[in-house]
């Protein structure tokens, strides 16, 4: 995952209603939910509702399908997985298993470089 498409999923992320869309769906599973149904679930309207289902697609952080009447909206459980990735890929410099590294069960996707991203690696630490 690219650092744009991570600023541009987080950035959906951070809204109220997405982020109630994001769980209800990741509840759904592959079999989704129907729009109407998704919107009576989170509390929102038809119209409010699509807007937020395109900024949420747009972040490829859910997909649609049409069934039958229905438009049936699907998290996007990969993209979400690799977003988690980028994250906490690189947490304490790749050393998995030292004192307060945060190991989600993901494997290291940069291991052929030693576990750490070089532009990350290179990167000024700001401290607060």
Known sequence: MTEEKACKALAALSQETRLRIVRRLVIAGEA???????GTAVGTGSSSLSFHLRRLEEASLVRSRRSARNIVYT?????????????????????????GCIDAGLPCRDAEIGGVDPAVAQAPILRT
Request: proline share 3%.
């Open 32 to 38: 989704g939910m129907p729009a109407g149904e998704l």
């Open 75 to 99: 998290a996007r459980l990969e993209s979400m997985e690799a977003l988690v990735h980028y994250l906490l890929d690189d947490c304490c410099a790749g050393a998995r298993g030292s004192a």
